[in-house]
């Protein structure tokens, strides 16, 4: 017996009229790797179409390890969803504050730090998806559906959690060790490898190239195809790797789930051009000098 006021056909094409979609899930889908670019100290709403233009997917804001709020997420994230491109937060804990309002204020993808367990795992989908896959509090008001009210419930909520992108991030030996786990929990999307603190945690800081740290996304990428169905596709994402972009092409090779790269950050990308054009200033002192 169908639930009294089912969500119907017309319901659906409503909500996926207004709903904004998510291009990094759209190109893993596809089989493309998706990349964000990491934003710390560069916050202007100007970064968006900047970004679009460059050819990013995604723009990521760190919460956890920068001073950014959530009204400035909020204001990067809408101008995100303005230009086509996805945006992606880095909570500062695993909290329903934290993921709930991250969401409510425009993201589209929230990574999760030190998900350890399945308990952290279902967690983090609790404070995420809407039910019946989680436990997410409604709003009828976000940037998500540009703002419209009157949507079907079942319907907005479905549409919500297909765009809604959790990524917990497997960064300890013990997250590695319950992986698979992990990976199973209804809601979890993408497994993303903190590489760097990864290998910390295993006793090989900075060694990407161990044998070690090679087993451990072996591991991971076993844990998302086995969680895998047809209706289902866990992918794994590599963040913390962009000076190695010869070993993010090897291991994209390798495992096809892996799908999703943090391909550089704003600090960096500004520190390398004021170097290189202080250089070059040093040189034509140089030259006329002499």
């Given at each position: ?35 964000s670019l990491g934003l710390r100290i560069v916050l202007s709403t100007e970064i968006a179409p900047m970004a679009q233009r460059a050819g ?106 297909d765009t809604t992108l959790i990524m917990p991030m497997i960064e300890t ?118």
């Amino acid at each position: 017996m169908a639930p009294i006021n089912a969500a119907t056909e017309a319901d659906f094409d409503a909500v996926l009229a207004v709903a904004r979609p998510n291009l990094v899930k759209q190109q893993m889908e596809a089989g493309q790797i998706a990349h964000s670019l990491g934003l710390r100290i560069v916050l202007s709403t100007e970064i968006a179409p900047m970004a679009q233009r460059a050819g990013y997917h995604a723009l990521l804001m760190n919460l956890e390890h920068s001073a950014t709020g959530l009204e400035t997420a909020s204001a990067v994230s809408t101008a995100c969803l303005n230009v086509g491109i996805t945006p992606m937060v880095v909570v500062p804990t695993n909290s329903q504050e934290w993921i709930s309002r991250s969401l409510d204020a425009g993201a589209q993808a929230v990574i999760v730090p030190h998900v350890d367990t399945v308990a952290g795992a279902i967690s983090a989908v609790n404070a995420a998806k809407y039910p019946p896959v989680g436990k997410r509090s409604i709003t009828m008001f976000n940037a998500i559906t540009q703002y419209t009210t009157g949507l079907h419930y079942d319907a907005m909520a479905k549409v919500s959690n297909d765009t809604t992108l959790i990524m917990p991030m497997i960064e300890t030996r013990e997250g590695l060790d319950n992986v698979k786990e992990i990976a199973a929990v209804n809601g979890i999307d993408v497994l993303l490898v903190g590489c760097g603190d990864l290998c910390v945690d295993l006793g090989i800081p900075n060694d990407h190239d161990s044998p070690i740290f090679h087993d451990a996304i072996a591991q991971v990428a076993a844990a998302a195809d086995a969680a895998s169905t047809p209706n289902r596709k866990v992918f794994v994402g590599l963040g913390g790797m962009e000076a190695r972009p010869e070993l993010m092409e090897k291991l994209v090779k390798q495992y096809s789930c892996i799908r999703y790269l943090m391909a550089g950050r704003d600090i960096v990308h500004l520190f390398n051009g004021m170097k290189a054009q202080a250089q070059k200033m040093a040189e034509m002192n140089e030259r006329v000098q002499s």
